[in-house]
């Protein structure tokens, strides 16, 4: 690493994390450490130093910032990894090192659509209603089996990798893909599946808003979770701000 670098860590396993560290991994001017939590089996290679797995909480990971002399840490994280953005804040806040955050704005609804929003996963499973219905799923795979609980719908559930028993139910169609998804394709998906519902999280940008678009050329309804709470810390809504935020860092 050259000298004077700074020691930057990105909480990643978004695409603005992977774009933020290919930017910064042609700049000697930061040395950077890419973490992931380890949800996806064979994650693609990265361009810096890549370290996989929990930290043991805010208390691992501030303990971690000290031992690896961090000058910096940029949460890249998903809208939806609410914990790991709340440790970086506390662990930052005891460590005393800098915290960036690159929180994307959810979706907003828009003129024709049909959105349930609820505030998380066991609220959309009520929001499908009690009758029997074709239910696309497309919310990752952590949070599935709480499906399990209305087994009278027939869903379509699709994840970047295979979802094993995570949804025990009687009528499930099991797709793997990894986005982007253009509206277009999704709609003439969405038909040929003859979905009448779908359930979606909140997580914003642009690469997987084609079955938002194509819910509401169709008119299906979408239960919407809400993205969750995270705290209040120096923030930039993409990846160019925060290249533009980190060129102006002089530190502490
Ligand atoms: P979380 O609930 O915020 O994190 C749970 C724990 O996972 C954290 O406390 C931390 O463990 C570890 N962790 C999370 N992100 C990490 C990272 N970048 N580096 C190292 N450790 C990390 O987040 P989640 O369980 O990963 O995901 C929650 C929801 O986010 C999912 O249901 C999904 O909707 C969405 N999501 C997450 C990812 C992702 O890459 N994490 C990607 C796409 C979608 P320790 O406390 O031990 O440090």
């Known amino acids: 690493m050259p000298n004077g670098s700074l020691r930057l860590l990105i909480l990643g396993g978004t695409g603005e994390a992977s774009a933020l560290v290919r930017s910064l991994a042609a700049m000697p001017r930061f040395a950077v450490t890419l973490s992931l939590a380890g949800r996806t089996g064979a994650p693609k290679a990265k361009p810096v130093p890549t370290r996989i797995g929990g930290f043991g909480g805010a208390e691992g990971l501030a303990r971690w910032l000290a031992t690896e002399n961090t000058d910096l840490v940029v949460d890249a994280t998903h809208p939806f990894a609410a914990r790991m953005s709340a440790n970086a804040a506390s662990a930052c806040g005891e460590a005393g090192v800098p915290l960036l955050a690159i929180r994307r704005p959810p979706w907003p609804p828009g003129e024709g659509d049909r959105w349930i929003e609820v505030p998380d996963v066991a609220a959309a499973v009520v929001a499908i209603g009690e009758a029997p219905r074709k239910v696309f799923l497309t919310i990752g795979r952590q949070e599935l089996g709480a499906f399990a609980g209305a087994p009278q719908h027939d869903y379509v559930v699709r994840t970047i990798e295979a979802i094993g028993d995570g949804l025990p139910v009687p009528r499930l169609t099991a797709i793997t893909a990894r986005g982007p998804f253009d509206a277009a394709t999704e709609a003439g998906f ?53 290249l533009a935020w980190l060129a102006e860092f002089r530190g502490i």
């Not at 919407?224 to 209040?232: A, G, L, N, Y």
């Open 190 to 242: 969405l038909a040929e599946a003859g979905i009448e519902v779908l359930v979606s999280k909140n997580s914003g940008g642009p690469a997987t808003y084609g079955k938002i678009a194509a819910a509401r050329t169709l008119g299906l309804p979408v239960v919407m979770v809400r993205q969750p709470e995270k705290p209040s810390v120096t923030s930039v809504a993409n990846t160019e701000a925060a």
